[in-house]
């Protein structure tokens, strides 16, 4: 494992996106976004080890970033149900109380995650529509329908006092889709204007 610095401190108006996992692997996928002292967490999975890691279950995103600053996180915020993006978070929600938001699909993947873990009870889990915009502190995200393996799965349009951000989260350019939901390009474009 690298050692982590921490960063300094931002200046006010500043933007920092901080990659927690998912750079360099397929899993353990999570981003920081911060400003202003308000994080907004987009994504929270775990990486299945392979043989190179003997008796370990599961890798989790390096949550050290924020480990001193859980009461800085203003929410959560999922693009798609699988492990590699939302399976870490029984391992977060104990110590953040912050709404989750996520397609119907995705949060009732989730939902049964947290019951095995009895988190379901204590869990403020929100769901969201394809071109809904949710204003979270400083940051409103935009939600984008993409075409992945699984259903319902988003892109993220983020706007911030700086600037704007795309966050693609999983997704495919497929003409036929089994579903008949492909990605929303008109939409992301529309947001890059």
């Given at each position: 494992?690298?050692?982590?610095?921490?960063?300094p401190k931002?200046a006010?108006g500043?933007?920092r996106?901080?990659?927690?996992?998912?750079?360099?692997?397929?899993?353990?996928?999570?981003?920081?976004?911060?400003?202003?002292?308000?994080?907004?967490?987009?994504?929270?999975?775990?990486?299945?080890?392979?043989d190179h890691?003997p008796?370990?279950?599961?890798?989790?995103?390096?949550f050290?970033?924020?480990e001193?600053?859980m009461?800085d996180v203003?929410?959560?915020?999922?693009?798609?149900?699988h492990e590699?993006?939302i399976?870490?978070?029984p391992?977060?929600?104990?110590?953040?109380?912050?709404?989750?938001?996520?397609?119907r699909?995705?949060?009732?993947l989730?939902?049964?995650?947290?019951?095995?873990?009895?988190l379901?009870?204590?869990?403020?889990?929100?769901?969201?529509?394809?071109?809904?915009?949710?204003?979270?502190?400083?940051?409103a995200?935009?939600f984008?329908r993409?075409?992945?393996?699984?259903?319902?799965?988003?892109?993220?349009?983020?706007?911030?006092?700086?600037?704007?951000?795309?966050?693609?989260?999983?997704?495919?350019?497929?003409?036929?889709?089994?579903?008949?939901?492909?990605?929303?390009?008109?939409a992301?474009?529309?947001?890059?204007?």
């Amino acid at each position: 494992m690298t050692d982590v610095k921490t960063p300094p401190k931002l200046a006010p108006g500043t933007l920092r996106v901080i990659p927690l996992g998912g750079l360099g692997d397929v899993g353990r996928n999570m981003t920081a976004f911060e400003i202003d002292g308000q994080i907004a967490l987009v994504d929270c999975g775990v990486l299945f080890p392979e043989d190179h890691h003997p008796g370990v279950d599961l890798i989790l995103p390096d949550f050290r970033y924020i480990e001193d600053r859980m009461d800085d996180v203003e929410a959560v915020v999922l693009t798609h149900g699988h492990e590699d993006h939302i399976g870490a978070l029984p391992w977060l929600l104990p110590y953040v109380n912050v709404p989750i938001y996520g397609s119907r699909f995705t949060l009732a993947l989730l939902e049964s995650r947290l019951r095995e873990h009895n988190l379901d009870r204590f869990t403020d889990l929100r769901p969201v529509e394809a071109n809904e915009r949710v204003l979270i502190g400083d940051f409103a995200f935009n939600f984008f329908r993409v075409c992945h393996s699984i259903i319902e799965g988003f892109g993220l349009g983020v706007e911030t006092p700086v600037g704007r951000i795309v966050h693609t989260g999983d997704f495919k350019i497929d003409r036929h889709p089994l579903d008949g939901v492909s990605t929303d390009l008109e939409a992301f474009q529309d947001f890059c204007r």
